[in-house]
């Protein structure tokens, strides 16, 4: 779909986020959920016997009639978005028009359906997550004894496995994961239906006279609404739902964003041991033909860090939402959901496609492991030799001095002669054979057990998807 490019449009309405992800955040369903609330709203009104079945039949048979031109059209008049929606409802819906919203405040209506929003959003997010899992799951197990060379500070440091290092990304999602669980059950919940500062008072009042109860009136909508709800509320929900969203969205943005940029740098030429895919008319660069840039994972960096920006804003909303509440919320809440779950969707789609296509350089591995792993072996001699009655200050400072010798050849370009030092030097070959010296330089004795962990970590994402 081309959409209008002739006024500003937001990069999150087409360029980013899958279709069903943005279809959650559409003006249209937005006002679809706020009919159905209506129309759940006087279902239960009419067991009350407050709303007659004609008005309600009126109300059910007009509810998918919807002309958003003309709320608009109204608002602009009435400079109020809900009152405009239920006057639009009301036009059609001739005999049961005047009893929709009865009792209810704006919030009872926007907020159960940003809870309603927010909650499909979710099922998607949820979704990605244990596909992308499942992806990092099948790497892991696929690599987790090919041994690659550690880098800490962007150093080279001691071997590692590729199994391992992407053991690390999924453990952080497994992380999210938990999150996740903590805020469907316990955060995610409506105001429910509790008035203009949550007394219920106006609902206590509509419903004098007949057999239901405010309580049982809030209790019996959200369960057809199928949301769980606050006991207690103000005009609004707990804006403290909104910064906990965010802040889970923000941590799987940062999980995913550690992946990404650590991706980047292994696929730097001087590394060269990671890639991610690279479609073959895909163009790296308008000015160089030869650049195969990691566009996609520097998108998921970016947008990640649009995302970290967000939680402060909700934040706020929650700290400065002043007394029962003011409008403070309002014109940002209808960015800041919205574009964090289109971004983070954007983010995980990508990750996928990253995962399942990516390019382990085992070649380049090898190279990298033959110039840097030897010197790993040095703390294992030195053990080794200690063991057989070496001084193990002399010994560091040997292997220090031997190790600086084969570093300067490795930066002039030249193959490691650590090996070949450590072999040839008389004060070590007095407590280790040469043969001895050679089998523990072989990196497959500086893993740990760091491929048994990684497999393990996979058990733990099945279990948990």
Not at 264 to 288: C, D, H, T, Y
Request: glycine content about 6%; aromatic content about 6%.
């Amino acid at each position: 779909m081309i959409p209008d490019l002739t006024n500003y449009i937001s990069p999150f309405s087409w360029r980013y986020g899958s279709p069903e992800m943005r279809q959650i955040f559409s003006e249209e369903n937005k006002y679809r959920l706020w009919r159905r609330i209506w129309v759940e709203l006087a279902r239960v009104q009419h067991e009350a016997g407050l709303v007659s079945a004609q008005e309600l039949h009126d109300l059910v048979k007009h509810e998918k009639d919807l002309d958003i031109p003309r709320i608009l059209e109204i608002e602009e008049e009435t400079k109020h978005d809900v009152v405009a929606a239920i006057r639009e409802y009301a036009e059609k819906a001739t005999v049961g028009g005047g009893k929709i919203h009865l009792g209810a405040t704006s919030m009872d209506i926007v907020d159960n359906a940003d809870t309603l929003r927010i909650k499909e959003a979710l099922a998607i997010v949820n979704g990605r997550l244990k596909t992308l899992l499942s992806l990092f799951a099948a790497k892991i197990t696929e690599y987790a004894d090919v041994p690659c060379m550690g880098y800490t500070h962007l150093q080279p440091a001691e071997p590692t496995t590729v199994g391992y290092r992407l053991a690390t990304y999924a453990q952080d999602l497994l992380i999210d994961t938990s999150m996740y669980r903590y805020i469907e059950v316990m955060v995610l919940k409506g105001k429910g239906f509790k008035g203009a500062v949550g007394t219920g008072a106006s609902y206590k009042k509509v419903l004098e006279g007949t057999r239901m109860t405010s309580v049982k009136m809030d209790s019996s909508v959200a369960q057809a609404l199928g949301i769980d709800r606050f006991p207690i509320t103000t005009q609004v929900y707990p804006r403290k739902v909104d910064y906990l969203l965010l802040t889970l969205i923000t941590s799987i943005a940062g999980s995913i964003a550690k992946f990404a940029e650590d991706l980047r740098i292994l696929q730097s030429p001087s590394i060269g041991e990671w890639s991610e895919p690279f479609g073959k008319n895909q163009v790296g660069s308008s000015a160089m033909p030869f650049k195969k840039n990691p566009v996609t994972s520097e998108k998921i960096c970016s947008l990640a860090r649009f995302i970290a920006a967000l939680p402060h804003v909700a934040w706020e909303n929650a700290t400065l939402s002043h007394l029962e509440r003011t409008l403070d919320d309002s014109a940002n809440k209808r960015l800041i959901m919205a574009e964090a779950f289109i971004a983070l969707d954007e983010i995980l789609l990508n990750a996928q496609k990253i995962v399942s296509g990516l390019v382990v350089n085992k070649d380049r591995i090898t190279r990298n492991l033959s110039l840097y792993a030897p010197f790993a072996a040095t703390e294992t001699i030195i053990i080794e030799a200690v063991k057989k009655g070496a001084n193990r200050q002399e010994m560091h400072e040997l292997l220090r001095n031997i190790s600086m010798i084969a570093w300067q050849a490795v930066q002039a370009g030249k193959p490691n002669s650590m090996e070949k030092l450590l072999v040839a030097e008389k004060m070590l070959i007095k407590f280790l054979k040469p043969s001895e010296i050679k089998k523990l330089m072989d990196v497959s004795h500086h893993m740990g057990d760091a491929p048994e962990r990684a497999l393990k970590l996979v058990e733990e994402i099945h279990k948990n998807i």
